[in-house]
């Protein structure tokens, strides 16, 4: 079955302080990933994707991740992170690709310190 | 576009009684989707459709809960008779062909 790890449940960095979030994805074949970000209260918003091709993705707000299938990771990572960032990130991946269901990890939480 | 609408936005009842929960998913999309987020479980998947037909719904929790789509720009959630352990954010989610899925803001449920 399709599963999704995120090992860090709570990281805290500086402003300015570069980010690594990471993913370890369980998936038979070319997994479809996501990452997407949660602010308090609100709904999940998608930061990039990875369907296949070029393995560095970029996202939205600066943010970009590479896909490793030798590692079968899938980690987000940001040169600079700016106080707007702390917010709730959720890695995930499709099941079957194409309308299939998202299976979600369980969400690394980013403070920013200022 | 106007993106996912759900409603109400925030939801309170007491227990036993019936509770629907309303998404309109972005037009066009053919995938809508009902998470449930907890801090102990997470999110969850509750049930998923495609082309207005139900795929999975391995993830509704018990028979107290049933999910509709009537058609392609509207979906329903019900809870009847609702429990405590219900209270949960109920997101919606829609999608094209699995092509990014695009979440509504949330029904905050509370259950007294």
């Known amino acids: 079955a399709q599963s999704v790890t995120q090992p860090d449940i709570h990281i805290t960095v500086s402003e300015g302080a570069s980010l690594e979030l990471r993913c370890n994805y369980s998936?038979?074949?070319?997994?479809?990933l996501f990452w997407y970000v949660q602010s308090p209260g609100q709904g999940l918003q998608l930061l990039l994707k990875?369907?296949?091709?070029?393995?560095l993705v970029q996202g939205i707000k600066g943010f970009e991740a590479e896909f490793k299938r030798s590692q079968s990771s899938f980690n987000l990572r940001k040169p600079s992170v700016h106080w707007s960032d702390a917010a709730e990130y959720f890695c995930a991946v499709a099941d079957s690709g194409n309308t299939g269901k998202l299976i979600f990890g369980q969400g690394t939480t980013l403070q920013v310190k200022p | 576009d106007a993106g996912v609408i759900q409603s109400p936005r925030h939801e309170v009842t007491e227990m036993g009684q019936e509770v629907t929960l309303r998404c309109k998913p972005i037009?066009?999309?053919?995938?809508l989707f009902w998470y449930r987020q907890t801090m102990m479980r997470g999110l969850e998947l509750l049930i998923y459709?495609?082309?207005?037909?139900?795929?999975?719904d391995s993830g509704m929790p018990e028979d107290r809960f049933s999910a509709k789509m009537p058609n392609a720009s509207f979906s329903t959630l019900k809870i009847q008779p609702s429990e405590p352990r219900d209270s949960a954010v109920y997101f919606c989610?829609?999608?094209?062909?699995?092509?990014?899925?695009?979440f509504g803001s949330g029904t905050r449920l509370t259950v007294v």
């Open positions: 998936y038979g074949a070319t997994p479809y």
């Open positions: 037009s066009g999309h053919n995938s």
């Open positions: 990875y369907f296949s091709g070029d393995t």
């Open positions: 459709f495609n082309n207005n037909v139900p795929i999975d």
């Open positions: 989610a829609s999608s094209l062909s699995g092509n990014g899925y695009t």
